[in-house]
């Protein structure tokens, strides 16, 4: 195998006929990057969507208000349902398996101004309890989240993004200043990272307590949606929980339990892992297509070795005339077959790798794509799946090789 003249030959071999030596690599090229490409570009669509989860608990039920559509116990339809206060109390008391809870009052109908002295921004604004933060984390840069006193107690505090910290007050700062929610004095108390799912764009939210949304803003009781973690429930247990709401619910507001547009449930836990799902299909996939197209590359280059055997009988029957074993031609076709194969395969994972980065470099990461990347593991398992093919496309040709008498050998023209 180490042997210096076998290697030589080999070398030897390739220099003559270089072109016949490219033709026969550029299969296994192109399959091992269309390999790297397909697992890189799958690899940008999980990290999407895996970022859009990043700050976001996965075993959560969220619901808000709909309308009904089908009569029921003498009501009529189209009854729209509010969510309140007590809904959630009664979800809280009632059924098990609940974690953390939050209700939410959102004020995006076009009153979501903010100002601080003679600088305006406008924000989605967001009444959440202490709990939220258990279902979406954020990452505060300053001061501190919503917490209990804040929302019993109803105070006008605030927490603003990054953002609007830079909009609203450039380099001072901003915690304990006093700034003006569509009119309201509310102190800043906390400031955190606001990362844009939805382009450069997209403004931040900034959280006050509910209570203080609701009895400032004229909310009174209402809820705009109601947030519910399940801590370590199963996708079958969250099923269940999500159907025990949906009657707790339906017989609070007195609508058909059947009836899913009156209250909209999403269980985002179901969700999560039917995408994870579809990400294991296509990961299954896109290995199917890139070993296909290497499979395909292996039986290039046997064929072709098998034509450099034919074109080299006579010299392959010289040499065993002269003592050369079968083992020595056996070992010299497959050494041929590998160096091509090697060398053509660690130039496509080259060419994919640089290429994936050559992407993740100029597309910004975005809610469905993101950062495509092979990591170490797969560029190893492709450096011996290329081990493995140089192997394999020169043992045909190898032992059809070995199996040449000298004397028919010697005859051939």
């Known amino acids: 195998m180490f042997d210096r003249e076998k290697w030589g030959e080999v070398f030897e071999s390739i220099g003559k006929n270089k072109l016949r030596a490219v033709l026969t690599g550029v299969s296994v090229f192109t399959g091992i990057f269309m390999l790297i490409m397909l697992l890189g570009m799958g690899r940008g669509l999980r990290n999407g969507f895996e970022h859009g989860y990043r700050n976001n608990a996965k075993n959560v039920i969220n619901l808000r208000g709909g309308m009904t559509m089908r009569p029921w116990k003498g009501m009529p339809p189209n009854r729209r349902i509010t969510l309140t206060n007590r809904d959630l109390e009664a979800i809280r008391r009632s059924v098990p398996g609940i974690q953390y809870s939050s ?3 959102w004020l995006w109908r076009g009153n979501s101004v903010l100002n601080f002295k003679e600088k305006y921004g406008n924000y989605t604004i967001q009444g959440i309890e202490p709990d939220y933060w258990h279902v979406e984390t954020q990452v505060m840069l300053a001061g501190r989240y919503i917490n209990g006193p804040d929302q019993v107690e109803g105070r006008k505090v605030i927490v603003i993004a990054d953002d609007a910290r830079d909009k609203l007050f ?13 009119g309201v004095p509310f102190e800043v108390v906390g400031v955190y990272k606001f990362e844009s799912n939805q382009g450069q764009n997209q403004r931040s939210r900034v959280f006050i307590p509910l209570s203080t949304a609701q009895r400032v803003f004229g909310a009174y009781t209402d809820l705009d949606e109601i947030y519910l973690t399940l801590g370590d429930a199963t996708v079958e247990e969250s099923i269940l929980i999500a159907d025990r709401i949906r009657s707790l619910i339906a017989g609070r507001h007195n609508f058909d339990p059947g009836d899913l547009r009156a ?3 999403e269980n985002q836990l179901e969700n999560y892992v039917k995408f994870a799902g579809i990400f294991g299909a296509i990961n299954a996939f896109i290995w199917i297509m890139g070993i296909g197209t290497i499979i395909a590359g292996i039986m290039g280059v046997s064929n072709i070795m098998l034509i450099v055997v034919k074109e080299r009988t006579r010299e392959i029957g010289i040499r065993k005339a002269i003592g050369a074993t079968p083992a020595s031609v056996t070992g010299q076709v497959m050494m041929e077959a590998l160096v091509i194969t090697a060398l053509a395969g660690y130039g496509g994972l080259l060419l994919g790798i640089g290429t994936l980065e050559s992407i993740a470099t100029l597309l910004p990461g975005g809610p469905m794509f993101r950062d495509p990347e092979v990591n170490v593991g797969i560029a190893v398992q492709a450096l011996v799946l290329l081990i ?12 059809h090789a070995a199996r040449i008498r000298p004397i028919e050998a010697l005859r051939d023209e």
Do not use: F
Not at 170 to 182: C, R
Not at 391 to 396: M, P
């Open 388 to 399: 493995v093919t140089g192997t394999l496309a020169g043992l045909i040709p190898a032992r």
């Open 170 to 182: 450039g380099k001072s700062d901003p915690l304990h200043e006093w700034i003006q929610v569509n």
């Open 103 to 105: 209700g939410e009052y």
């Open 263 to 265: 209250v909209w449930i």
